[in-house]
């Protein structure tokens, strides 16, 4: 008899919510008559908007560099990455002492290339269209002796990121659900983890750009499948493939991914800012986009989401916020 060990296990993001004490913050958990109203349920909004460098991608980094041996650790990271995780690492380097190199494409949202460089990392460009960011990380980490930081396949970013999850669970006891965004999936991979873990009957949907519905098809079809490099304002979620290790743990532990398009998830932003009073980037704005728009199904009684960020720039937020946007 042949059995499987998942990737990660509940103690796996207990053990990452005890590193990140006092080091990442514990959001809030926002409540909104309206919103409720609207859909039916009772929403309990996780806004890791709110967290060190603006989305939840700093529980990740930090908890898997700062597991680095001392000798490792002194000759520093690379990373790739669209802007989020970039600012993680470059955050968590400078944290723990150490350097970082960050992978970042062309197009990426000048803020987040900003605020990469102002944490303390160096910034090397690539085509996201026609560059290998990956190859190209691994050749900086073996030209100069760098650890690789992966944005998601990696069993301590994954449980580093479900941390966000427990702490949404801890304060509001069981949900009949969980939505939350898919990129590479690691976010979706902790948040499972940690919420089956505690309650296995509540279900975990995800979010993915209707552009970039690369776990929807490969849950679909059992396998890991390729998408052309989605084109959407959802730039946190223009991954083309599942994570090896994240998509073991979603094909095991979601009950869904559902899709939302661009207007959509503008339309999330717009009535976050105006109803809720908080920004969300166009990927921390994908779960409450299948909120509004009935994309997440029938809703049970109460419901969790995970807002997972809100780096957007204001020129950038008010185009796509505008009329027409």
């Known amino acids: 008899m042949t059995t499987t060990t998942p990737p990660i296990t509940l103690d796996d993001v207990r053990s990452a919510a005890a590193r990140l004490h006092g080091v990442a913050h514990r959001t809030p958990v926002l409540r909104s008559r309206t919103l409720d109203a609207l859909v039916g349920a009772e929403v309990h909004l996780k806004c890791e908007n709110f967290q060190r460098v603006g989305a939840f991608k700093f529980r ?3 908890n898997t560099v700062s597991r680095l041996p001392p000798d490792r650790l002194s000759r520093g990271v690379v990373a790739y990455s669209s802007g989020n995780h970039a600012q993680a690492v470059a955050l968590a380097a400078r944290e723990l002492g150490t350097t970082a190199v960050v992978v970042m494409p062309e197009d990426a949202p000048p803020s987040k290339r900003a605020a990469t460089e102002g ?41 580093g990121q479900g941390t966000a999850a427990l702490e949404l669970l801890e304060e509001t006891g069981e949900l009949g659900a969980l939505i939350a965004p898919v990129g590479g999936g690691g976010l979706i991979a902790g948040s499972a983890t940690a919420v089956k873990g505690l309650y296995p009957a509540t279900r975990v949907v995800g979010v993915e750009p209707e552009a970039g519905d690369d776990t929807r098809r490969s849950l679909e079809e059992g396998r890991r499948v390729t998408v052309p490099v989605p084109r959407t304002i959802a730039d946190g979620q223009a991954v083309p493939t599942p994570g090896e290790l ?41 779960p409450l986009a299948a909120l509004l728009t009935g994309r997440a199904g029938p809703l049970p009684p109460r419901v969790g989401l995970i807002l997972s960020g809100g780096n957007v720039d204001a020129e950038r937020f008010a185009r796509l916020c505008a009329p027409g946007g």
């Open 60 to 62: 990740g980094a930090y």
């Open 119 to 159: 944490y303390g990392a160096e910034v090397v460009s690539y085509d996201r269209y026609t560059g290998d960011r990956a190859a190209l990380a691994e050749s900086l980490a073996t030209e100069r002796g760098l650890t690789l930081v992966p944005p998601y396949d990696h069993p301590h970013i994954i449980a």
């Open 246 to 286: 994240t998509f073991a743990v979603n094909r095991r532990l979601l009950d869904g991914v559902v899709l939302v398009d661009d207007e959509a998830i503008k339309e999330a932003m717009r009535f976050a800012f105006t109803r809720l009073k908080i920004v969300l980037e166009p990927s921390g704005a994908t």
